[in-house]
């Protein structure tokens, strides 16, 4: 199996740990203590440290002389945390369960960002490295059906407790894949020893590059939107007679966005931000239709439609990512767009969370429109003045002050 492919394989089993750890808490929360709000606290440990965390993760990762032992460390500390977390929850006091949550959740960024970071140093540049992101983009899609389809019918079979071992499992094969690859290959044009950037250069990067601003500001935007699209599935699906028919709905939309990525994502010729424009604007406009269906069976099926709009926003965003993000930042590039989209999303469920008693077609019709002003906002802000990438990428390579305020040892 070739570096690139044994990358796809760690990071959909990755994927899918993190995929499933939503519906594994919560449900492992039910059977121990009977409560909801007991995992929902548990899942908001989980995911709250992954914006707080993003920053020190990619700075830690682009300064470390040691990638593959820092990934390692990371991925490890990912499975124990899952593993321990089946142990411990609903049998030792809450805040041990949420410390070991918030730690697991700290190395979520590079479960996500982090992993999508290394495609750089697989992949030579050009057309070849932009359909490495349709890949990559199409292992989170992949998971997102598949994680919580294993979860529950884990559990069916037995408990929630084996279907988290599952997850462990798959987090351990992940680190044991992700120990052979080739880190940082030059013939791959992977970075090598060279400017060590400061926590908050990856921050600056997001802000000063403007079509990483205009990306991050989109998406970040649109995760509002996505995030509470879960708990208005299961609305709009009671306001139609069929209560159980949310999961439905969410993984048409999951299976609609795999077929995107692997299809529409994998259209290079396209630019990367006409295709985040695209992609909004359509999943929101296929949204909008969906809140006036009059049947589960034609939600569903709008829903996908929908998911093949999203799918391929997120190979268009780690494409643009890849080629505006400065080389001694492009770790926290990554993980820092990652946990402000997890954090936007936890942002949007307990802002519908709040809103539930609102009719279901108006809270779809809500996150519609907020794709749909993603897409207007990705426009304005790409389309406003900037300083020229080039000249910021030359200036952070040649000159390491300008993002880390000092010369690494490595630096020419």
């Known amino acids: 199996m070739s570096g690139f492919g044994r ?50 993760a ?29 142990v411990l929850l609903g049998r030792a006091p809450l805040p041990l369960v949420l410390a070991v949550a918030v730690l697991g959740g700290s190395c979520g960024p590079m479960v996500t960002g982090g992993l999508s970071s290394l495609v750089t140093g697989l992949v030579p540049p050009g057309a070849g490295r932009d359909r490495a992101y349709g890949w990559d983009a199409s292992t989170y899609n992949a998971a997102a059906v598949t994680a919580p389809a294993a979860v529950s019918l884990v559990t069916a079979l037995g408990s929630a407790a084996p279907a988290m071992a599952v997850l ?27 400017p060590r950037a400061g926590l908050g250069a990856g921050l600056a990067a997001l802000w000063r590059v403007r079509e990483l601003r205009a990306v991050t ?48 994502g994998r259209m290079t010729a396209v630019e990367p931000g006409r295709l985040v424009r695209w992609a909004l604007a359509g999943t929101g406009a296929v949204l909008a239709a969906a809140a006036f269906a009059p049947s ?43 946990g402000l989209k997890v954090t936007a999303a936890s942002a949007g469920a307990a802002l519908v969370g709040l809103a539930a008693e609102a009719p279901a077609w108006m809270l779809l019709t809500g996150i519609a429109g907020l794709q749909l002003a993603a897409a207007l906002l990705h426009a304005l802000t790409a389309a406003r003045g900037s300083e020229p990438q080039a000249a910021l990428t030359a200036r952070s390579a040649g000159s390491p002050t300008a993002v880390s305020g000092r010369r690494s040892p490595g630096a020419p």
């Open 296 to 338: 589960v069976a034609v939600t569903a099926a709008l829903f996908a439609a929908a998911g093949v709009c999203d799918g391929p926003l997120l190979t268009a965003t780690l494409r643009i990512r890849s080629e505006h993000a400065p080389d001694a930042v492009r770790t926290q590039v990554f993980t820092l767009g990652a």
């Open 58 to 86: 990619g700075a830690a990762a682009g300064r470390t002389r040691r990638p593959r032992l820092f990934h390692l460390a990371t991925l490890a500390g990912f499975t124990a945390a899952v593993a321990a977390l089946a």
């Open 7 to 56: 990358y796809l394989a760690a990071a959909l089993a990755a994927r899918f740990a993190s995929e499933g750890m939503g519906m594994a808490v919560v449900l492992l929360a039910l059977e121990r203590t009977g409560s909801a709000s007991y995992g929902a606290f548990v899942l908001t440990a989980w995911l709250a440290p992954h914006v707080l965390a993003a920053p020190l």
């Open 168 to 194: 462990a499992v798959s987090c351990a094969l992940a680190a044991a894949l992700a120990a052979t690859l080739p880190y940082g290959n030059p013939r791959a044009g992977g970075p090598q020893d060279g």
């Open 217 to 264: 500001a989109a998406t970040t935007l649109a995760f509002v939107g996505i995030g509470s699209l879960t708990t208005t599935s299961v609305l709009l699906a009671t306001g139609l007679g069929s209560p159980g028919a949310g999961g439905v709905l969410m993984t048409a939309f999951a299976v609609g966005a795999l077929v995107g990525s692997l299809t529409l």
